[in-house]
């Protein structure tokens, strides 16, 4: 049976600390359910290296990593020494870009066990899927200042919105929409204000619906839609976005579902030329680093997404996602939980527990 | 004593159901406490005209209009027969630009008698503003189309972030923080993502702020800043925001604070030199229109903001504003309330409720 090369990268602050729990968690899972898996450590693409290196990572890092089945990634950023776009477009953005990762999948699900800061809402009530586009849009490196330090100061940036990364996204999230018992799609957008890509968003929205007619879709303006993640959650299924609206709504959603401590993130290539990624939602957490109490389950999670993927979903990679999942379930109904939930365990301890579990 | 004039424009939808409560509202408050004002009803800014004239406005608008001392608006926006792009971008965007309304003050507040979808919190946890820039930024008019219809179709818009229209609303949110007790200014940034133009905005911020030694100041990237509006929206006093920003939170704050129905706004033109502009968050909601079940709250809240900025927030025009906010009170926890609150009234009985506490 084929050996999975999967690359490593703790990255910065908290990343360092649930890596070991993602790691041990995806061992567990990988030995029960024999799949073969084999571990590479990167030391870079964290800001340590960028204060030795004046740079996140060394020239050749796509040839280094291109050859991987996947990467397993913590969390970068550490603003203190390195300013956020330095580092993240020196890293994860670069990893996003040049490795065509044009899906970013986040799961939103209200789990038992998670206090939730909604009234009234249970485990079943929020369980949708935000699917992102993770290449363009918003995200884009074209734009610059003029009259700089005057006055007269004007910066731009353009939004890049293309029909092929545009039909793409909208095709990966009508497919998952079409393969879940609600069949049910929103569109994020903003086409009311931001009066020249986002109506286009909404035509390709349209054309790709009409190949899709057992999918119900809806949409909201971005502003809006962020109120119904709050008043209506339960109203959701698959939401697709753009890169900025879905890195907006996959932090909402999860902080709705109770935190963003549990919530896992898939960037991936379905083509699968090269090597897709995943990680956390959440990022490297300064405030909390060095204290050894971040939650290790969105990493651990985002372990069981890799095997998924690694496996197409199906035969034991499946049974090794499910274990996984329910051993995270248990734990946080049972725990030991971190402070985040209210627990008094620290992230070996949670990571621990999990890895039994399974 | 000067008499106010007043442009009234319903426009679309609901617009016209609120419209009628908010006049009377702010003319019972302006009778009491002896302040003159005149109404003139303009029909047009609203998409019926659209069908008839085949623009939004008559081409002598700022004409008729620049020389009124505020504006009082409803709503507008018709999907089914004018794309909201196009209703929007010809009215309620155009007095945006063209009388210079670069503050959108946008008040977020739990108001006693409002369920809350928030768990366990009660009026007094949340209270602050959100000030939107209202003119420049993503909201812009610059951009096209390629390729069009073909596979390589590319769509680019640009964001604009002047100096002047920096400056500016950072000035008017840094004094408004400056005036309130807790002195706390949040800024919305997403400077790790959207890496020309955010980091922008943090310096300027970061500039202006120097000005500002007694006014604490902390930034929040919006992805995870829409998370903490759920997890701790406690933490906030004055939350300035570029337009697109400033747009989602100032829909996402009222949601958490119970509903969208309730939340007011002022365009303002701090030179006054141009008409203000005062206006409910919501839009025109085609969905309930014509039941008369909207809530006039909004539209009520907005006027009592107006006659406040007529005053200059002094003598009795801060006594109405009061009155009228007091009066909203005493029916939100008495009723009678429409149906998005839970009661069983129509848009006229809260309407006159309202109007007969102030
Ligand atoms: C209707 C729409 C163009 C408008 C905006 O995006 O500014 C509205 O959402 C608002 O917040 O006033
Ligand atoms: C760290 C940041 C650049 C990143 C993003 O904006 O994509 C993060 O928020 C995420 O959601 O993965």
Not at 204 to 225: Q, T
């Amino acid at each position: 049976s084929k050996t999975h090369k999967i690359a490593v990268i703790a990255g910065d602050g908290i990343g360092q600390e649930v890596m070991p729990e993602g790691l041990r968690a995806v061992e567990a899972a990988s030995k029960k359910f024999g799949i073969d898996i084999e571990f590479t450590h990167f030391d870079w693409a964290h800001c340590n290296y960028y204060a030795q290196h004046g740079q996140m990572m060394p020239d050749d890092w796509f040839e280094q990593l291109k050859g991987f089945d996947a990467i397993f990634f913590g969390a970068v950023g550490w603003p203190a020494t390195v300013p956020d776009h330095v580092s993240l477009w020196g890293s994860l953005l670069k990893f996003r870009r040049d490795f065509d990762l044009y899906v970013n999948l986040r799961p939103v699900r209200l789990m038992p066990g998670v206090p939730c800061p909604l009234a009234n809402r249970k485990p079943g009530d929020i369980d949708f899927y935000v699917v992102r586009e993770n290449t363009e849009g918003e995200y884009s490196s074209i734009g610059g200042r003029m009259y700089e330090g005057t006055e007269r100061e004007t910066v731009i940036q353009e939004s890049v919105f293309s029909r092929k990364g545009t039909d793409r996204i909208l095709k990966f999230a009508f497919d998952l929409a079409q393969s879940r018992p609600k069949k049910h799609l929103t569109s994020a957008t903003k086409s009311n204000g931001i009066a020249i890509t986002m109506p286009y968003w909404d035509e390709r929205v349209e054309a790709m619906g009409a190949k899709y007619p057992d999918v119900r879709r809806d949409k909201y303006h971005i502003d809006i839609l962020t109120a119904h993640f709050v008043l209506n959650p339960d109203r959701f299924d698959v939401v697709v976005a753009s890169n900025l609206f879905g890195d907006i709504l996959s932090d909402l959603g999860p902080a709705c579902a109770g935190t963003i401590g549990i919530a896992p993130s898939a960037n991936i290539n379905p083509t699968r030329e090269l090597p897709s990624l995943f990680e956390p939602v959440h990022g490297s957490a300064p405030d909390i680093f060095g204290k050894n109490i971040a939650n290790p389950v969105a990493m651990i999670w985002s372990g069981a997404m890799m095997l998924d993927f690694l496996g197409n979903g199906e035969g034991k990679y499946r049974q090794a996602h499910d274990a996984m999942l329910a051993a995270i379930e248990e734990v946080l109904v049972n725990g030991p939980t971190t402070p985040d939930l209210g627990g008094k365990s620290n992230t070996t301890e949670v990571g621990k527990a999990v890895a039994a579990a399974i």
